[in-house]
């Protein structure tokens, strides 16, 4: 156990902070846009919501008009058409927005790894050797780590699965 643990020190001393931190920064800030478009949506559609009754009055006034020749103020009309027809657009151009930065905050938070950290990760686990790589399998295997460990470690840990699944998949194929 104890050799295992000095090698997940030794690999975790080779993941970039600063990499991570970047990362990090990236998602704060796309939430914080996120939260920015979603609450502008919702105050632009009850914004339209409310002038939804005043907008389809006109609107009748202006199908009265047209159909039986009843008269109407123009200018109402179409200031109010105008700016419920504005106020849809804006709302679902907000909306499409949001579910955009929303899309793209869920794309973030799945990011597994980091370019360059994993490939020296992978790379230094690979360049140890084939019979060096099934005991560093064995062991992720084998030994439980205690909660502290697995914070500590859970980028390490997870490009070794990977790294696991990968050479298990080629073991298979036979290549």
């Not at 005043?54 to 179409?78: H, P």
């Not at 992978?122 to 205690?146: A, H, P, S, V």
């Not at 697995?150 to 050479?167: A, G, H, M, N, S």
Request: proline share 1%.
């Amino acid at each position: 156990m104890k050799e295992y643990l000095e090698y997940l020190d030794r690999l975790n001393s080779l993941v970039d902070a600063n990499e991570f931190e970047k990362v990090r920064e990236e998602c704060e800030q796309c939430k914080t846009k996120n939260c920015v478009w979603g609450y502008l949506s919702i105050i632009l559609w009850i914004l339209t919501i409310g002038l939804a009754p005043r907008a389809l009055d006109v609107f009748s006034k202006l199908v009265r008009a047209c159909l039986y020749g009843a008269t109407f103020d123009a200018v109402e009309t179409v200031l109010w058409v105008s700016l419920y027809v504005v106020s849809i657009t804006l709302a679902l151009w907000l909306s499409l927005t949001y579910i955009d930065s929303k899309y793209k905050l869920n794309s973030m938070l799945r990011i597994s790894y980091v370019e360059h950290s994993y490939a020296t990760i992978r790379n230094t686990i690979i360049d140890e050797g084939k019979e060096f790589m099934q005991k560093l399998f064995l062991w992720e295997r084998l030994y439980t780590l205690t909660v502290e460990d697995k914070r500590k470690y859970d980028y390490v840990l997870k490009v070794i699965r990977t790294l696991r699944v990968e050479y298990e998949r080629f073991e298979n194929k036979g290549v």
